[in-house]
């Protein structure tokens, strides 16, 4: 099993994914100095009845939704079923909360993930793949990457034949602030292996997501 973690660490590194990072504890009282500071510069009161705590609930509140930083995505695929299946298996509609790495603004909305086992059969719990858009949502994102390293992770840990993954989100930073295009969404995608290479495949999972995401 080591092994075979090695080895999937090696296949991730080697690729376009090099976000697999584990740090240490959250600096909690740092963040409560920054967003007291913030909260200056805004001009608000940090030390006003309704803002006093507010730091250190932001604090907690950021160390849960950067809890992905601290998570290797490989453990989420650690666990694997040998069941002989080689067709498309498809999971739609896992919701996705990520944060905007260029304002820290959420993004939200829903992935939609497809693979086909390679010659081992080698499949996932269907939560897993749910857990494995969890650990990477939950960090600074865009949404292109985000796509790609689940697409480039599921790839490598499964040894899948083929992968595809498509992400639709409506974008805060797009919605609240800026042009204020409130129900645009973003669709991404990111093809693998068989599911890139041979139309029929491909075609049979795009109509599949079609059906699942209606």
Do not use: W
Not at 63 to 73: I, M, N, S, Y
Not at 120 to 132: E, I, N
């Amino acid at each position: 099993m080591n092994d075979h973690k090695d080895l999937v660490a090696a296949r991730l590194l080697s690729s376009r994914d090099t976000e697999v990072r584990t740090t240490g504890t959250v600096d909690l009282a740092r963040i409560e100095d920054a967003v007291r500071d913030i909260l200056v510069a805004v001009g608000e009161d940090p030390d006003r009845h309704g803002l006093k705590e507010t730091p250190k609930r932001v604090a907690h509140a950021y160390a849960e939704l950067f809890a992905g930083l601290r998570v290797d995505p490989i453990d989420a695929l650690g666990t694997t079923f040998e069941e002989g299946h080689q067709e498309l298996v498809m999971v739609c509609d896992i919701e996705v909360q990520s944060f905007c790495e260029h304002h820290l603004l959420p993004f939200i909305g829903k992935a939609h993930i497809g693979y086909v086992p390679g010659l081992s059969g080698c499949v996932a719990g269907l939560s897993k793949l749910a857990r494995l858009v969890d650990i990477y949502a939950r960090r600074p994102q865009v949404q292109e990457r985000l796509t790609t390293q689940i697409a480039d992770c599921l790839h490598a840990a499964l040894d899948a034949a083929g992968v595809i993954v498509v992400i639709e989100c409506e974008h805060t930073c797009m919605t609240m602030r800026g042009i204020r295009k409130a129900g645009a969404r973003t669709i991404t995608s990111a093809v693998r292996g068989t599911l890139q290479s041979d139309p029929r495949t491909r075609n049979e999972a795009m109509e599949l997501l079609r059906r699942g995401a209606a």
